[in-house]
């Protein structure tokens, strides 16, 4: 028997190995082996069992032994992943590495099962008769004889053989660890491990689904009448419409015919808050896959949706698309514009929102995305007629949305009547809204205290010594980071090269903003979230938890307080400073900052009343502004059409980024031009570079960056093909075999 191995390395799609007869029986495909490859060993998943010797004449090496004689994928994955790789230019084994949770692929990761201590009655005592003896042998500790009598009532239906853990017994019965020793030494009670799942069980009751308002129903039905002929629909619903309202009808309709759902949010998204939300209409039936669950517990929820109890509804980040699905039959992308649904590092760079779209073609599922501010490129396909689409314009309950007021800071900079990075306007509302018994969320897309630090004699400022880019001090921790590698300085008390001691910073970040809020209103509770402090799943939902209760009035934040947040008594939201969102050199910024003003300024006002917003800006004037403050989607994109036309940007074109990296600045530079003169021959002017990008440097590897644009409906697979041989030729290339070069298909 002859086998065709995916193995996690870079090249190449599978391996040919040769199983011994007495392994054969174990052989399935889709199960796990381990095989040495060059000098190494590796763990890969067979993908084709071939029963005729392959015709190369190389010789083939036998594999070690089988890991898993079962199959760890269902079928379709593997297509999925073959998509994955030929669309993003990755090979077969990176996706497989990515994908697979390491506790199944890896022999340094051993899944280990989960272990609790149960507590139960011994045998001795176990049946009716004798359990009026075993209370006579505690008359004379009442504690004791309080814990047997919680054991005995937390047994279901009298069942006196059954175990309960030790943790709940404990816990339930408010006994010591020490009464239970008592119980256990006079052989009443005995204690034994099992192995128990991982994943959580939900045990409240299940609520029936809000019943829509008219607005939303309306929607419902139009959807409904779009996946009769369209296999995806674009919602388009103002924040705070209710999507996730109508989200819960479809998901019901979806289960009634017994498919499966998977509905995918952006990382941050995944509060507790919309966790909580759907486990109390879908229970059991939902499960939750996030960056923060382990390698054991990806290991559960991976095997668990291989059997026959697998969950119907996933609720996850981009990666649980890469889950086994059996059946499934509805895709919802919630804020399907969100950028954090593209995969940067490593391989395979896919974006989970297009990948989801592949995936539900190839299960006969229908897609949602829903967006209040969708991205130009899904608006350009509704519009086109791909998709389906359906728009929701007004709130639940009719609440208008924010009223958006733009405040001129260069005006009031020139008239000196800034209070630092803060208009006379905004703090007034601040103050009437904190009055008001409402509260404030400041947004500012910059963590960190100060982007800079600065000598003011000299100009001088500190660098990553690694990195081409400037350090940003971080106060509390008395710091300098580099926000590029994430190596941190001290920060000096002189001028190294006048030694002057007048340092100064320069620029606000969140942290900065946090302590001018803290001067500005000594006695209001204000905190911050940005990656600094919620680094951990845990402090994230702690702080949206103290901001959702009301303990928190203000709360100051980068781009995470943007998504998807539901609160309910936000009067106010400031933008801080719209030109530094607008400024960036990408030709999304502006199609971002739209989104990102507009989602921010959404979390003013939900429910009741409308919200206020104040939107700091040295150009109200600006035609981006103009449609924030209207709310006018249509115009901001509009003028993102007719640009992207102009220069050949995506939706019209697609684009794919070459990153080339090196030690040597010299070496990468020839071998920069070359490699854009090789890719010139075959695809003429659609070749933009070689560019020293803005920070040309990090970890110490030079960056050169060339641009492909294509046309949207030319062949990829010639390109593919072209790129491919390049990266071929170049890896046998004695001078530039150690550039590497890393393809980005549809870059963020
Ligand atoms: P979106 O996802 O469009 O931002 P949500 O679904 O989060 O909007 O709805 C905003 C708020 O209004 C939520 O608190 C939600 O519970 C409430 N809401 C929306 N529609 C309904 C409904 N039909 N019945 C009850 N509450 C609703
Ligand atoms: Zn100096
Ligand atoms: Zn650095």
Not at 4 to 29: C, D, H, K, R
Not at 236 to 265: D, P
Request: net charge positive.
């Amino acid at each position: 028997m002859y086998i065709e191995v995916v193995l996690p390395v870079p090249l190449g799609n599978t391996f040919t190995y040769f199983v011994p007869p007495q392994m054969e029986a174990q052989i399935v495909s889709g199960c796990i082996v381990l095989v040495s490859f060059g000098r190494a060993k590796h763990y890969g998943l067979v993908s084709h069992i071939k029963q005729v010797p392959p015709e190369e004449t190389i010789k083939i090496k036998p594999i070690i032994s089988v890991e898993s004689p079962q199959s760890v994928i269902i079928r379709p994955q593997l297509r999925f992943w073959e998509w994955i790789a030929n669309y993003y230019l990755c090979s077969l084994g990176e996706v497989f590495k990515a994908v697979v949770p390491a506790g199944l692929r890896l022999e340094s990761a051993q899944y280990t099962k989960k272990k609790e201590t149960f507590v139960r009655l011994t045998s001795e005592y176990s049946n009716s008769d004798k359990l009026q003896e075993a209370f006579t042998k505690t008359k004379r500790s009442p504690k004791q004889e309080h814990l047997l009598l919680s054991f005995i009532q937390l047994l279901k239906q009298d069942k006196l053989k059954q175990g309960i853990s030790k943790r709940e017994l404990l816990d339930k019965s408010k006994a010591s660890d020490s009464t239970l020793k008592g119980l256990l030494n006079k052989d009443i009670l005995e204690t034994y491990d099992e192995y128990i799942s991982r994943l959580e069980t939900y045990d409240k009751d299940i609520a029936d689904a809000n019943t829509l308002s008219p607005l939303q129903e309306d929607a419902y039905k139009q959807l409904m009448l779009s996946f009769r002929e369209k296999d995806v629909s674009l919602l388009h619903g103002v924040t705070s419409s209710g999507k996730t309202e109508i989200y819960i009808h479809v998901i019901k309709e979806a289960l009634k015919l017994n498919k499966q759902v998977l509905y995918l949010v952006p990382e941050i998204s995944l509060s507790e808050q919309l966790t909580e939300r759907l486990k109390k209409f879908f229970g059991d039936k939902l499960g939750v896959y996030h960056s923060g669950i382990n390698n054991n517990e990806r290991v559960e929820i991976w095997n668990n949706q291989l059997s026959d109890n697998a969950y119907q509804v996933i609720l996850g980040v981009r990666s649980s698309i890469f889950l086994p699905y059996k059946d499934l039959g509805l895709i919802i992308v919630d804020e399907e514009h969100e950028s954090s649904y593209k995969q940067q590092d490593p391989a395979p760079r896919y974006n989970a929102r297009n990948a989801a779209i592949v995936l539900a073609t190839m299960h006969g599922a229908k897609v949602i995305l829903g967006s209040a501010t969708p991205s130009v490129e899904s608006y350009y396909n509704a519009s086109k007629g791909k998709y389906g689409y359906i728009k929701l314009e007004k709130r639940f309950e009719n609440t208008e949305l924010p009223n958006i007021t733009p405040v001129d800071v260069k005006e009031l900079r020139r008239k000196k009547l800034m209070k630092s990075i803060f208009s006379p306007i905004l703090i007034d509302k601040m103050k009437e809204t904190l009055d008001n018994g409402e509260q404030v969320l400041l947004f500012q897309n910059r963590r960190g205290f100060a982007p800079l630090i600065q000598c003011k004699i000299c100009d001088w400022t500190p660098k990553c010594s690694r990195c081409d880019i400037s350090l940003n001090f971080h106060k509390k921790l008395n710091k300098l980071t580099c926000h590029y590698c994430g190596r941190t300085y001290n920060t000096p008390t002189e001028c190294p090269d006048c030694g002057s001691l007048k340092l100064h910073s320069k620029g606000y970040g969140t942290e900065k903003i946090e302590e001018e809020v803290n001067l500005l209103f000594p006695d209001v509770s204000v905190e911050r979230l940005d990656t600094d402090n919620a680094k951990k799943k845990q402090s994230i939902s702690n702080i949206l938890y103290r901001f959702a209760s009301g303990k928190t009035k203000i709360l100051v934040g980068t781009q995470m307080i943007s998504k998807g947040l539901d609160f309910d008594n936000v009067g106010l939201v400031g933008i801080i400073n719209a030109d530094s969102l607008m400024n960036l050199s990408d030709f999304r910024a502006y199609e971002r900052s739209y989104q990102l003003m507009s989602q921010v300024a959404g979390r003013a006002g939900r429910r009741k009343k409308q919200g206020e917003v104040i939107l700091q800006t040295s150009n109200p004037e600006h035609p981006l502004i103009k449609a924030v403050l209207n709310h006018d989607y249509e115009a901001m994109y509009n003028m993102q059409i007719e640009e992207r036309t102009l220069f050949r940007y995506p939706p019209l074109f697609r684009i794919i980024e070459i990153t080339l990296k090196n030690r040597y600045e010299n070496v990468l530079d020839t071998a920069a031009t070359e490699f854009t003169l090789l890719l010139q021959n075959e695809l003429g002017d659609r070749v933009i570079g070689p560019d020293k990008p803005i920070v040309a440097k990090v970890q110490n590897l030079y960056i050169r960056k060339i641009l492909l644009k294509i046309e949207a409906n030319a062949s990829i697979s010639t390109v593919r093909e072209i790129l491919t041989n390049a990266k071929k030729q170049f890896a046998e290339h004695p001078k530039y075999k150690y550039v590497t070069i890393q393809y980005d298909v549809d870059p963020n």
